[in-house]
Structure formats: structure tokens, C-alpha cells
């Protein structure tokens, strides 16, 4: 089946520092969405990308939606301790008459004060 | 304009017991899917239905799992028989379309199987 991969697996950063993850595949997708999960929550809706090569922002997150149309990058600026959590990426693929969103398995974010 | 509503949030169940999260999607969306979390885990597919109409079921187990979307209420994920392997969270998104939809999220159903 269709496989997104998302990297890092896992990051500990400092409060204030820069946060850069990204989303690959082989497939090419229509749509790009990026969540955040916390702990003994359902994930919550961050960014939604629709064209190739759209940026978009949403405070403190910028995500891009790739050219290539098989990726997907998501930035935190200046990190603050609330931002703790795991990030999943989904792509929505095209001509599929199934379920046709695809997730990443999630990057673990730790910031430490 | 209420989110994705799920209910019950915790459920304990006994072995071979029958377990049943319902899932009312937000409004005016009439896509339902339903995926299933292990503690550490990503998000893994279960089935995507529309009223009345399973469209894809490809990732629920053949046994014991079924899943309906009936014209009037929620969407309801049955589990009959439930094992200690079924213990997980259990969550349910709605959209309002296939194409270009975005995808919204419940707080989830957790399930206990002692």
C-alpha cells in the first residue's frame, strides 16, 4: 500500500530553537495536511496544503507543499514548551476510490526549558 | 458549529465482551472514518464509510469488526468478541468531501480489554 515517511523520527530541542520536519513519497498526492497530537488527544488539524509549491503559514508553522507533489516540510519557529507533542503528516492521494488519506508515522517533539 | 463528537471517551471491557464507539461526524460532512492507535503508535486505517455506504474496509480485521454510517445518527465501529489485542484508541474523522477534503479528528474512544 501506499507509505508516507516522515523524518526525524523523534527530536529534543531547546525552547526558542527552530523546528524543521519533513514528509516523503513515492506517490504524489493532491493534498498535504500536517496534525498535532498530544498525549490523550485526537489529533488536531494544523496546516492544509492544496497546490504544489504552496506555502502556508499559521502563526509560529509554516508548511510547503512540494513541488514534485511527494513532499511536504513543516516549520516551527522559536519553539515554546506547548509545542510538545507528535506531528503527523497526511497526503491525499489522487483517483483513488478508497480510503485516500495516507499518514506518516509521526515525529516525537520534545523541547526542553 | 460542534467538532467530531465521540463517545464513550474510556471503555472497559471483559474479555468477549462486545464493545461499540459511536462517532458523530461534524456537520454537514458525510464522510466517516474510523482509524485505530496503539500507545507509541502512528494512525492506522481501519474502514471509510459514507451514509449508508461502506467505501473502504480494507484495513478492519475480516472478524469480529464491523462498521456502519446508517442515514439517521452516528457511525458505529462494533467490536464482538474483544480480545486483549484490541485494547487501543480508537479514532473517527469526518470531511466533507473525498477530493481535496480535509480531514478533522474526534478526542478519540479508549478502549480496555481486561
Known amino acids: 500500500g501506499q507509505q508516507l515517511n516522515q523524518s526525524p523520527q523523534s527530536m529534543f530541542i531547546q525552547e526558542g530553537e527552530d523546528v524543521s520536519m519533513n514528509c516523503t513519497s513515492s506517490s504524489i498526492f493532491n493534498t498535504w495536511l500536517w496534525y498535532k497530537q498530544d498525549p490523550g488527544e485526537g489529533p488536531v488539524l494544523l496546516i492544509a496544503l492544496y497546490k504544489a509549491g504552496e506555502l502556508t503559514s499559521n502563526g509560529r508553522l509554516t508548511a510547503q507543499f512540494g513541488i514534485t507533489r511527494k513532499d511536504s516540510f513543516l516549520n516551527i519557529s522559536a519553539s515554546i514548551p506547548s509545542d510538545v507533542g507528535i506531528y503527523f503528516c497526511?497526503?491525499?492521494?489522487?483517483?483513488?476510490?478508497?480510503?485516500?488519506?495516507?499518514f506518516g508515522p509521526g515525529t516525537r517533539l520534545s523541547v526542553l526549558p | 458549529n460542534a467538532g467530531v463528537m465521540q463517545n464513550p471517551r474510556h471503555l472497559v471491557r471483559r474479555r468477549g465482551q462486545e464493545a461499540r464507539l459511536r462517532c458523530s461526524p461534524m456537520k454537514g460532512h458525510s464522510h466517516v472514518y474510523w482509524y485505530r492507535q496503539l500507545p507509541e503508535e502512528g494512525l492506522k486505517f481501519m474502514v471509510y464509510l459514507q451514509k449508508e455506504n461502506i467505501i473502504d474496509e480494507s484495513g478492519m480485521p475480516k472478524e469480529r469488526f464491523s462498521a456502519e454510517f446508517p442515514k439517521e445518527g452516528p457511525s458505529i465501529l462494533r467490536i464482538q468478541q474483544v480480545v486483549r489485542g484490541d485494547s487501543a484508541a480508537y479514532f473517527c474523522?469526518?470531511?466533507?468531501?473525498?477530493?481535496?477534503?480535509?480531514?478533522?479528528f474526534g478526542e478519540g474512544s479508549r478502549l480496555t480489554v481486561l
Open positions: 497526511a497526503g491525499q492521494l489522487l483517483d483513488n476510490y478508497g480510503q485516500n488519506f495516507v
Open positions: 474523522a469526518s470531511s466533507t468531501r473525498r477530493v481535496t477534503g480535509e480531514l478533522f
